[in-house]
């Protein structure tokens, strides 16, 4: 079903977006002055994106899904570590490549209303990214425009040039998120819960469209998500966030047959999923709150809401990542 | 901006609105007209007041509030040698010259003064001029000779003889019915200052102008020192509309740059902003105003320096900083960071814009305090010293004490003019808040 993208994933071409021991921490300051501590919100991340793959970020609120975002976008400087695009180092680059590199990448947001300009006709939103990147070009930015909105079914786009955000779906709204991210024809596009605040109905077709222009351009997807239970049709791997790190990673049906990491696990318990699969599989919700970022637990973040930590090694040594099946990574000390 | 548009095309609805535009445009094209018809080097010279009105009469009231009140009080009358019938006697060594200047008056009140002026050309001796004045019922009064110079003005009002023989001013007295007592009664009819003049030049001449000055005086009335209050009342449209303009766009826009860039920079830069804008809100205005027009100039371009240097800094940096704080947390900023925006565009192209529909209406109102501002200052003494402005009219109505004198005129006319400009601009600005506010609320 989804061969060609797994050809381009493994071309020679090496990734096209790495993480590398990324670290993105907010200081808290009392006073205007006065250090308290951090904000762990990125914590050593590590991943490779692939051309052509599309992953889903899971993890519940406030793991640091969306500084994780932000961080690659290059919003927030990381604390430490690096992002790698194409090979280069971010913090290598001048600002012209920095530029040029925010060209390549495109951003989905989660508010569609909040992501459009109020005062800004479709016609004026869509240009805007490329007055910023210099196409000069009156008619070859309408062009551009209205290729963009044919991109994501706007049509006929003339129609929707001159109309200002308000007058627009939510659904309508994210679509012109969505053109707005493309307009630079990047070669990846981040999406922070691109659905999360959209009506249920147009959900899935907001996804399909994701997926079938990704599809189309051979473009890379990284989308973060709540939601587990449409992963399985959007994504090709899932990495599971908690508290700053990713735990887990896998393909996508590998992961959700065969959740290793505790949390995982009780993630999926968590969501009623109809699949007799998963049903075998422990029910209880994670207990306890999630940890604190500005003092997570020694060990293991996970192990004070564990329930088969292992005392004496979970709450006191950092697990590394282990591959208890093939492709499978997981860090978590029951697969040492 | 095409709400904006959207928001402007509504005003049509809004009848108060309307009106307003209607005042402000009449003002405009009577600014324009003014500039056009009294250019500014003509107006100064006029302002700068001096012989140019020396045939205009002292504090004349205007002639249509004359006309309401049905006083039929005199209008100026102006008799010149030109179109008397001159006749002359030629003989060796001069001439005898006969100049009868004759006029019409039937008026519900006395003249405020009578001058007559003379012009001689002669070379070197003057001739010698002998003044009688014919009333309407033929008395013949005896007003004295005169050896005039080149140019000679023969106060009449103020020839104390004449006063003591008539018993009283002579601008009374020589158009008076006969009559010792009560108050005197004007006689109407035909009067007549004839000039039996005798030169001693065979080629020199006379000219003469007889002013009978009125006690009303064109659409606006005069002044103490004779000007007509109109070139006044003209010119302060647009000085006033200028300077309330270039006050309001220059606070409006520094002030809202500075805000947003405080809030977008944040740290050290906003910190200073705030600071600078927390001293200077607390320094009074009018007071360094009045300091800066005392030690160092009064010229209106100084002045809205001043008030522009002291205007960016103020309150309204605190209320942009609040209305654009949220807005920089906005999705829509992040994004267009995300797409490598620079700091410059998403200033003046993503924040300002999102609060300008809010600050039109502020903008509208804040042109007329500029404008009242200016007028305040000239009413203190601070105005530009050779401008004609409404807030000279009144410093001068107000130090002649106009309003004891019972010259209503001098006073009501600037300020009806100031009121009529601040309710221009408030009924419009209050019509385009209740457009776009309503609207910001669902934005
Ligand atoms: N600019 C910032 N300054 C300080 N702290 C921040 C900042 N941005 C995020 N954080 C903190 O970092 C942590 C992670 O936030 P983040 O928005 O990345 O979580 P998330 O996984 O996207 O959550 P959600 O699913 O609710 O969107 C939170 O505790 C948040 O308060
Ligand atoms: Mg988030």
Known sequence: MN???????????????SARDLHTWFELRQWGFLRVGSVRAVDGVNFDLQAGESVAFVGESGCGKSSLARTLLGLHQPTRGEVVFEGRPLGMLNSAERKAYLARVGFVQQDPYGALPPFMDVRRILHEPLIVHGVRNRAEREQRAQEALEEVRLSPAADFLSKFPHMLSGGQQQRVVIARALILRPKLIIADEPVSMLDASVRVEILQLLRSIQREHGLTLAFITHDLSTVRHFAERIFVMYAGRIVEQAEVNELLNHPQHPYTQALLAAISDPDPDNARHQREVPPGEPPSLLKPPDGCRFHPRCNRMIAGTCDRQDPPDFEPRTGHMTACWLYR | MRPLLEGLRRIGRYPSALVGLAIILALVGTAVFTVVTIPYGQALELWRGGETWRMHPVNARPAWVDRIAGNNLPQTIIVSSDDAPITEEPFVGGKRLRIPLEFDFDYGG??????LFLTSSHAEREPFVRLTWETPDGRQLNLGGRRPAREERVSISQDWELERRLGRVPHVGLFAAPGDDGPPEVLDGRYRLVLDAITFEEDARIGADLVVYGR??????????RRDLMVALLWGIPVALAF????????????????AAGVWYGGWVDAVIQRLTEVNIILPMLPILVMVGTLYSTSIWVMLGVVIALGIFS??????????LPIRES???????AYGAGNARIILRYMIPRILPVLIPTFVTLIPTFVFLEASLALLGLGDPVLPTWGKVMNDAQTQSALYHGFYYWVLSPAALLMLTGLGFAMLGFALDRIFNPRLRTM
């Open chain 2, 216 to 225: 009303v005086h064109g659409l606006a009335g005069t002044d103490h020192q």
């Open chain 2, 110 to 115: 006395f003249p405020s003064e009578l001058n």
């Open chain 2, 331 to 337: 999705p829509y900023i992040e994004a267009a960071r």
């Open chain 2, 315 to 324: 309150a309204g940096i605190k209320m942009y900083r609040a209305m654009l």
């Open chain 2, 244 to 259: 309330g303009l270039i006050a309001a766009v220059g606070t409006t826009v520094t002030t809202l740059v500075i805000a």
């Open chain 1, 3 to 17: 061969a060609p993208a797994r050809d381009m994933r493994g071309s020679a071409a090496g990734p096209v977006l």
